[in-house]
Structure formats: structure tokens, C-alpha cells
């Protein structure tokens, strides 16, 4: 961390949570957030703060935090905005080091809201505790087992961590990036940032070991450019991905009253972005697709790319994919198509792409694959087609079972293991990228392919861009 972050510890490594406004409602986030603390683990101790409750989910009530036995590292407040002040003084007076401010009605509200939320940062800040929010649905760390956060999900444990400054958006990664099967180390809702700053929570997930990507929603910035000093040190060491929103008039202005964000001139973020050597995700989902080809794949040493399809036609889009993402498609090498000749049938596309004629044989699809794999002039390779679905083939798996002639129902789910396990040792083989693009929306099979730590894509489109995103971070890291 540089000399000007303070340490973030005291939030995500936390060794006890009071929570102010713990409820006995269900309908109540001071219910909710207890409820997300308790179900995910948390390592540390729990105490709930409300003067008229006596017991809540079995654990005994304080009816303030000068009554809790030990001091505390973190407190959620969920009270009404008006009384919030007054409870970071409370903090402040019994030594609390940090609290998250999940209420809203503060900056984002009016010049009456910001006049609130600027009396509440004076008194944190003149007693050396550290706020996060206001305007935020929480936080998350895996370390600690702590989900501290406003909607009832279990995010997964694992190396990417999150920063978003819309705490809806933030959340839904979360849920939708745990049932694919991706783990997160931290995540933080930044809400106003009335005190602590999206570039705060860059450097200090920059440090730490077990974020291994960092991904950030962004919608608006107060220091443009720090942020290109701090990203060009991070992504020495880790990939910082930024969906960047905001980008028009009227997400400007519903980004000020979202949370009171700094938009600000596309442009000017656009050459900002790049200029730090972030990787920018074209849409919001697609910080994920890239999180995980970053986490799993090795890094292209160049932009050319060998495609291998189960049928003609998702060779020529993967093509175009490709070129369009600024990738280069080149000829097989002759020694290539001389060894893929004696695995296909005459009639194969003798190319590349290397159309596969629809041959099911799962001994051929992994020795053709790797004959492209090795080849001198591929950095990268797409493979369509290899992995299936459950309903690939049901039917006739049902007749034959009822027959107890044939493979078992179980046999797409056992190739597919087989074939992950090809590309994973292909790559740690040759140190080249394989990215999959299946049409399989099973959310079985897909959370046990990228649990094999092989990403598996729904389109083609999706696999280029990903590896040209790849190729640029590689490009930079040159530079």
C-alpha cells in the first residue's frame, strides 16, 4: 500500500461485528445482514445492538456497544440516516475502528442529505475509525468467512475481489458468479464513498495474496489521475477489469442520484482506462468471462489463434470473431495438416479453422486438438463443440437404457471430464490459452468444467474477446 492508503484491515479481517439495528423482523435488513453473518461462518465474534430486544437468532442482545464486553473492530448501522451521526459518535466514543454505513438518504438525496453525510465522516475521521459507505449493501471477505451484506446470498471463497459502486450490481455478480462456480476473496459496496475511495480499496486488494484479479464497477472518480498511477502499479502485479457505465447524458445523471458519482467525460475515462493499462469489460457479465480467463488461463505470448469446431459453420464465426477482436486467424503449418490427415476423414477442412465433420470419437477430438496446440505459428487456441449438455443425445439415451444396450445417461458427463482434463494438461504442457465455447446452458456442467479450472463459454464472440483482452494485458506488461 502506498504511504497515503490507510490499512482496510479492520473491515475485511475483522475479529468481532456489532451490528446496530439487529432486528427480530424477517422483513428487515437488520434481520437480513445477521442472518448472511451467522449462515456464512463468520469466524469472529457477534454481537447484536438494539435496546428493545432481549434474544436474536439465539445470541444475546446489548442494548448499546458501551455494554458489549470487548471493543470492536467492525459495526454495521442500519438506522434511519437522521441517527446515524449520533451512532458513529457512539462508535467513536467506545474505540469501534471501523463501521459500515448501510442506511441511504445522505449525498445521493440533496444538499440536505450531503450536509448529514459530511457531519458523520467529521466525526469518524476526527476519531481515526474507518467508514465505509454511506448508500451501501455491505461487504464480503472469504478469509474471515464474513458476509456482512444487505441481500440473503453465500457468495463462494476464491481469488477474485470486487469492488462496485452499485451495490445492486455488485451483489447480483456475486450471486451469479457463485452458482457458475466462481469464488470471490473480497468485495466491498463503496456506496457514497463519503469516506474511503474506490482507489483505497484498489490498493489494498492489490496486497493482498488471496485476490488474484480485481474487478471494478465504476461510475464515476474524484482523482482521474491517481487512478492511472495506482492501476499502473496493480497490473504489474494482478489484472484490474473495469465495466465502466455512466458512459451516456442520462447515465451521468442517474448515476449522481444513484450515488452521488463524479461521471464525468467518456472520453476523457476512456484514455484514463487505457492509459492505466486496466482491461475494460464491454458489458457487466462480461467481467466475469474475462475474471476467469484471467484466473486460469496462461497469458498469449501472441495474437494467433488456432479454431477447432465440431461443424463448419462455427468455424467461419469463430473467424470472424476473431479478426473483428484484432486476432489473427494464420494457415496450419504443413507438418500440422499432414498429422491431422491421419486422425480425420479425407473430407475434413484441411485449415483453420479445423472443422471436426461432426465426429463424436472422444480418442480423435483430443489428439487433433493437440496437433493444433503445438503448432509453432498458434498462440491460442478456440475449441467449439467439445464440451455437450445433458440433452445432447437424450433421446436415444433413454431408448437404449430402457433397451440396457449402449453408453449409460452418465457418458456425456464422464467424456466431459476426460476432455477437460486433455486441455487442462495441454496447457500447462505447451503454456498456450485453450478457451471452450459450449452451447450447453447446464448449470451442472459448466460449475464442474470451471471448477477443473477451465472457463467455458457460451458464445464464440465471448472466447475472442477474452483472448484478445488476454493478449492486450500481455501487451502492456511488455511495455
Not at 158 to 167: C, P, Y
Not at 176 to 189: D, L, M, R
Not at 380 to 404: C, H, M, P, T
Request: some cysteine; glycine content about 8%.
Amino acid at each position: 500500500m502506498s504511504k497515503t492508503t490507510r490499512d482496510l484491515s479492520p473491515i475485511f479481517e475483522p475479529k468481532s461485528v456489532a451490528l446496530i439495528g439487529a432486528s427480530n423482523n424477517p422483513l428487515k435488513y437488520g434481520w437480513i445482514i445477521l442472518a448472511n453473518i451467522l449462515a456464512n461462518g463468520y469466524k469472529g465474534k457477534v454481537y447484536p445492538i438494539n435496546p428493545n430486544e432481549d434474544k436474536i437468532w439465539n445470541l444475546k442482545v446489548y442494548r448499546s456497544l458501551s455494554e458489549v464486553p470487548e471493543e470492536v473492530d467492525l459495526v454495521d448501522i442500519v438506522r434511519p440516516a437522521e441517527t446515524v451521526p449520533e451512532h458513529i459518535e457512539e462508535c467513536v466514543e467506545n474505540n469501534v475502528k471501523s463501521a459500515i454505513v448501510i442506511s441511504g438518504g445522505f449525498k445521493e438525496t440533496g444538499r440536505e442529505g450531503e450536509k448529514l453525510e459530511g457531519e458523520m465522516v467529521k466525526i469518524a475521521r476526527k476519531g481515526g475509525m474507518l467508514l465505509v459507505g454511506p448508500n451501501t449493501m455491505g461487504v464480503y471477505s472469504a478469509s474471515v468467512s464474513l458476509s456482512a451484506l444487505m441481500p440473503p446470498i453465500l457468495p463462494k471463497p476464491g481469488e477474485v475481489s470486487l469492488i462496485s459502486q452499485s451495490g445492486n450490481i455488485g451483489t447480483n455478480l456475486l450471486a451469479f458468479g457463485s452458482e457458475q462456480g466462481i469464488g470471490f476473496s473480497k468485495f466491498v459496496s463503496s456506496g457514497n464513498e463519503a469516506d474511503i475511495s474506490t482507489l483505497e480499496y484498489l490498493e489494498y486488494f492489490a496486497e493482498d495474496p488471496s485476490s488474484k484479479v480485481i474487478l471494478l464497477y465504476l461510475e464515476g472518480l474524484r482523482e482521474g489521475r491517481r487512478f492511472v498511477e495506482v492501476v499502473k502499479r496493480i497490473k504489474e502485479k494482478k489484472p484490474v477489469i473495469i465495466y465502466k457505465a455512466a458512459v451516456s447524458r442520462a447515465g451521468a445523471g442517474a448515476a449522481k442520484s444513484h450515488c452521488g458519482a463524479l461521471a464525468g467525460s467518456t472520453k476523457i475515462y476512456e484514455a484514463a482506462i487505457k492509459q492505466s493499462g486496466a482491461i475494460r469489460a464491454s458489458t457487466i457479465n462480461g467481467m466475469l468471462d474475462l475474471a476467469v480467463g484471467f484466473l486460469y488461463l496462461p497469458l498469449p505470448k501472441g495474437n494467433r489463434v488456432g479454431i477447432v469446431t465440431w461443424g463448419g459453420g462455427y468455424g467461419v464465426v469463430a473467424s470472424d470473431s476473431c479478426e473483428l477482436a484484432g486476432l489473427d486467424v494464420p494457415p496450419l503449418a504443413p507438418e500440422t495438416v499432414k498429422e491431422i490427415d491421419q486422425l480425420l476423414p479425407s473430407y475434413w477442412s484441411r485449415g483453420n479453422p479445423v472443422d471436426l465433420v461432426g465426429l463424436i470419437d472422444r480418442e480423435v477430438q483430443p489428439k487433433t486438438l493437440e496437433a493444433v496446440a503445438k503448432t509453432k505459428n498458434i498462440d491460442a487456441l478456440i475449441a467449439s463443440g467439445f464440451i455437450l449438455g445433458r440433452a445432447v443425445g437424450s433421446s436415444i439415451y433413454k431408448l437404449l437404457d430402457r433397451e440396457n444396450k449402449g453408453p449409460s445417461k452418465n457418458w456425456t458427463e464422464s467424456t466431459t471430464k476426460q476432455i477437460v482434463e486433455v486441455m487442462r494438461n495441454l496447457m500447462d504442457k505447451y503454456q498456450k490459452p485453450i478457451v471452450t465455447v459450449t452451447l450447453t446452458t447446464d448449470p451442472g456442467i459448466l460449475k464442474n468444467v470451471l471448477e477443473s479450472r477451465v472457463p467455458a463459454y457460451s458464445t464464440l464472440e465471448t472466447a475472442a474477446e477474452v483472448l484478445a483482452k488476454m493478449y492486450e494485458y500481455q501487451k502492456n506488461l511488455k511495455k
